[in-house]
């Protein structure tokens, strides 16, 4: 019918039927406007803006200030976790009130250690002689307090016979013992010095003199007793060597003959001062004590395990022993800062439990010593023994 129609009705036909879709498409669009416009004003913003963003000056990452707090906070904990786990491991006996309360007998004194200074010498003597080279020292006048203290505790008795041991060997026994040996010289006393400590004798060498002839030879019967004392060099002050290092100390120092030696001494002498071996090394210190009127026993702070101070004081304990009191080496100077003495610095030296403690002490049976147990293992003995 469309071809029937003249050409310019066929085209307004056209046009006519485009215009009507093209409105029809326009209602349409409108339509979802309008809807878009009522769905966009009836949605609810739950979204506020508090603080518009600002761009910072410094940079987020990495946070240094706060990564040096975090390293400082975890070194202060870790190193004193590792403190806290040393000092419970460390079971050695810190102070004098640590060792007065294991041994129960009274401190004596508190002995600092004695620096070695420039300058001072002495061709006949040791500048371990510090009472005798520098008598006006802090030193001095704490063996001199020693020797106030000694004195007290013998008054009105008749105590010639004053024997010095120590747990271990090199806690300062024959340094302490000779010092005093000097005090007691210097307070006008007829003084004589015994070493018996015949594996490892040491006095011989602190006054510079002969080892022999000495105590072996006189037992043995091989020299008088005239030719193994010897003078000092310190007024009213005389030194009885050690002598030969014989096979057999121990029989030697308990036999009759060295009883009979220390009570012709006793005749010549005001005081009689033996350095015994230690005793827990040997059994020389335990024999001699029943020929001495007094014992006196070095201890050195931050050395001595607990275990073996308990054992010392049953072996005294055993062979009933006139336990005077104890002397404190404090080497490491807490003692001091603690109680008000004198004191210095030193180093520390570690030692094992158990039995054997004078493998190290013989000069011809020493013995490989036992390796220190792992800290976990030290651990476990500590919660389970």
Not at 134 to 157: G, K
Not at 271 to 281: E, S, V, W
Not at 293 to 315: F, G
């Amino acid at each position: 019918m469309m071809q029937q129609l003249p050409v310019a009705e066929r085209e307004l036909a056209q046009l006519m039927r485009h215009t009507k879709v093209n409105s029809e498409l326009y209602t349409f669009l409108l339509q979802k406007r309008e809807e878009a416009r009522i769905a966009k004003t009836s949605t609810i913003n739950n979204i506020n803006i508090i603080d518009p963003a600002i761009t910072p000056l410094t940079p987020v990452k990495p946070q240094k200030t706060q990564y040096l707090l975090l390293g400082l906070l975890a070194g202060i904990i870790f190193g004193g976790g590792l403190a806290f786990v040393q000092e419970y491991l460390d079971d050695t006996i810190k102070d004098a009130e640590g060792a007065r309360r294991e041994l129960n007998a009274p401190i004596l004194a508190i002995i600092p250690h004695i620096p070695r200074k420039e300058g001072i010498s002495d061709s006949d003597r040791s500048i371990s002689l510090v009472t005798d080279l520098e008598p006006r020292s802090s030193a001095s006048e704490a063996f001199r307090s020693l020797r106030t203290s000694i004195h007290f505790s013998v008054i009105n008795r008749e105590k010639k016979i004053i024997l010095m041991t120590s747990t271990f060997p090199g806690e300062g026994k024959t340094t302490i013992l000779s010092n005093l040996a000097v005090t007691m010289a210097q307070a006008g006393a007829r003084v004589l010095l015994m070493d018996c400590d015949m594996r490892r004798p040491k006095q011989h060498e602190i006054f510079n003199s002969l080892k022999a002839p000495g105590i072996t030879e006189v037992l043995a019967g091989d020299a008088s007793l005239e030719t193994a004392l010897r003078a000092t060099g310190i007024a009213g002050l005389d030194l009885a060597a050690a002598g030969t290092t014989p096979p057999n100390p121990a029989e030697l120092l308990g036999s009759d003959k060295m009883a009979d030696l220390l009570e012709t001494l006793k005749a010549r002498y005001d005081n009689i001062l033996i350095d015994a071996p230690p005793i827990l090394a040997v059994t020389d210190a335990p024999l001699l004590t029943a020929r001495s009127d007094l014992v006196i026993v070095v201890m050195e702070t931050e050395r001595v395990p607990v275990k073996a101070a308990q054992r010392m004081a049953e072996l005294l304990g055993s062979v009933r022993a006139p336990v005077a009191g104890l002397i404190i080496n404090d080497k490491s100077g807490r003692t001091r800062e603690r109680y008000g003495y004198y004191g210095g610095k030193y180093h520390r030296h570690g030692y094992g439990y158990g039995f054997g403690y004078g493998y190290s002490y013989y000069s011809d049976d020493r013995k490989k010593p036992r390796k220190k147990a792992p800290w976990w293992r030290r651990i476990l003995r500590r919660f389970f023994n």
